[in-house]
């Protein structure tokens, strides 16, 4: 996120005033949505369309196995949907209007597993994840539809699970950017052990905001919880661009001073 600080000559009668001119990167953060199991991108354009008005550029998809590939929901597997956010990554960050250096993942469920391994292969700034689903590391080539029939899922989801004998919470573990880990109150899909988990497993990252929204089912049915999980999402990455914005502006101006110092020193 690359602050420019330019020098500029400013006109005033017959002579010059010096001015400097602090302005934003031309390149805009990054947000990638992850949708989950059985939802589509459709579920992230209305909050995709909030947080483009805080100025990023935003992108959702749809993974294989829904809506276009609906074809493929009983065979499309973790690594496979692992590839699709893959490839959506890396088409998004070498856009000319994103700075690749501050890209935020979004992701539901599903898409917040997927975003977890996604950490640890290319480089995010920011993990904005919506009860996280966990799934066991056995059968990782198994079409994703198979997992939900192993009769042990929901006593794993409810247990504690250290960090390091799971594959998304290693990935969470390795994590160094900042979190925001939501729960739903009345989540009967993804039980609070799950953000426990998860939360424990992120004690490497820069910083861990942790909420539970009342009155929310997995799903997120009711408007009420939607908006104030959409109200949540822009605040939290809202303050993240803005705090990093301002500490890159602010290491631009104390280079600037220390420059004019060292000048000043240095002069006849």
Known sequence: MEIRLDQVDIRVDDEVVRGTVLSPPPALPGVL??????????????????????????????????????AQWETVSRPQNLADLLAAYDWFAARPDVDASAIAVVGISYGGYLAALLSELRPVRWLALRSPALYKDEGWELPKRQLHADPDLHAFRRRPVS?????????????????????????????????????????????????????ADHAF????????????????????????????????????????????RNGP
């Open 33 to 70: 949505f992850v949708h989950g199991w059985g939802g589509s991108q459709d579920h992230d354009l209305g909050r995709a369309r909030r947080i483009a008005g805080i100025g990023c550029v935003c992108l959702t998809f749809d993974l294989r196995g829904h809506e276009q590939t609906a």
């Open 221 to 264: 049915s009711g408007k009420p919880e939607q908006l104030a999980y959409t109200d949540l999402l822009a605040g939290w990455l809202g303050e993240m661009v803005r705090t990093a914005r301002e500490h890159e502006a602010a290491q631009k101006v104390a280079e600037r001073k220390q420059a004019r110092r060292s000048g000043a």
């Open 163 to 215: 960090w390091e004998l799971n594959r998304a919470l290693r990935a969470s573990h390795g994590f160094p950017g900042d979190v925001l880990l939501v729960e739903a109150e009345h989540d009967q899909t993804v039980p609070h052990q799950v953000g426990e988990n998860y939360a424990a497993a992120f004690s490497n990252a820069r910083s861990l905001t942790r909420r539970r929204i009342q009155g």
